[in-house]
């Protein structure tokens, strides 16, 4: 027999004015290898039927289940219950996006604006003719450059970042990313100075205070603190 565990999840409807904030609490029963994806399917399956909670591939690789378990962002499908010594665990909705409804957020929205504002895709004057072979990219550059691509967009380190609570236009660890990740690549033919007007601004790496939750709550383990310390120098460099 498992332990049983209290789980108080948030509930709140902001499209319903009947609906207050508040919490509800379940009791499972755990089970090896429990995550908190199965139990709050098990919620939803037999006592709750109205919980939302997103989800898509149950596997760490859509980012959907961002959601905050007990105060930290993580992904609900990647979270052992067993890994908390405490068998009362608590979820909320990600902080920093707008709530749909109980444990479901609008992350959709501001990716796609952070997407636009940075210029996320190739910027070349460059007429591609699919009939020639590819520019050839060094491999570590590749790597590299794939490295940052492994970004989910589950919100976590936007959601763990005090800068972005106090700023609500700030780029965050995801839009920093992004734009490392298109300065790396050698097919964008974006300069120093077309950067630095993206991002060399009190709402781009210059409001980062360094905190690094982004780092530490990223998921797939990008290698945010370096690519920001990077960012950082290059755009000192640059507005000097």
């Given at each position: 027999m498992g332990r049983k565990l209290t789980i108080k999840v948030f509930k709140y409807d902001p499209a319903n004015t009947a609906s207050k904030p508040h919490f509800r609490e379940y009791t499972i029963e755990e089970a090896h290898s429990m995550t908190v994806f199965i139990v709050l399917s098990m919620i939803r399956e037999q006592f709750d039927p109205d919980l939302n909670f997103d989800f898509v591939c149950r596997a760490g690789i859509c980012?959907?289940?961002?959601?905050?378990?007990?105060?930290?962002?993580?992904?609900?499908?990647?979270t052992l219950t067993e890994?908390?010594?405490?068998?009362?665990?608590?979820?909320?909705?990600?902080?920093?996006?707008?709530?749909?409804?109980?444990?479901?957020?609008?992350?959709?929205?501001?990716?796609?604006?952070m997407s636009k504002r940075v210029g996320s895709w190739i910027h070349s004057q460059e007429k591609t003719d699919i009939a020639m072979i590819e520019k050839r990219v060094e491999p570590d550059v590749a790597d590299e450059v794939f490295e940052l691509d492994?970004?989910?967009e589950c919100g976590c380190c936007i959601a763990a970042c005090g800068t972005k609570l106090m700023r609500e236009d700030f780029v965050g660890g995801a839009g920093m990313n992004r734009v490392v990740r298109f300065m790396l690549d050698p097919h964008d033919q974006r300069n120093d100075e077309d950067w630095f007007e993206i991002v060399g601004d009190d709402n781009g790496v210059f409001a980062c205070m360094?905190?690094?939750?982004?780092h530490d709550f990223c998921p797939k383990h990008l290698p945010l603190q370096s690519k920001i310390a990077y960012l950082r120098r290059k755009m000192v460099s640059i507005g000097k």
């Open positions: 980012g959907s289940c961002g959601m905050m378990i007990n105060g930290q962002p993580r992904l609900a499908c990647r890994s908390f010594s405490d068998p009362v665990i608590t979820i909320m909705p990600l902080p920093a996006f707008k709530l749909i409804k109980d444990l479901s957020v609008d992350t959709g929205n501001w990716f796609n604006g492994r970004c989910v360094s905190l690094l939750a982004c």
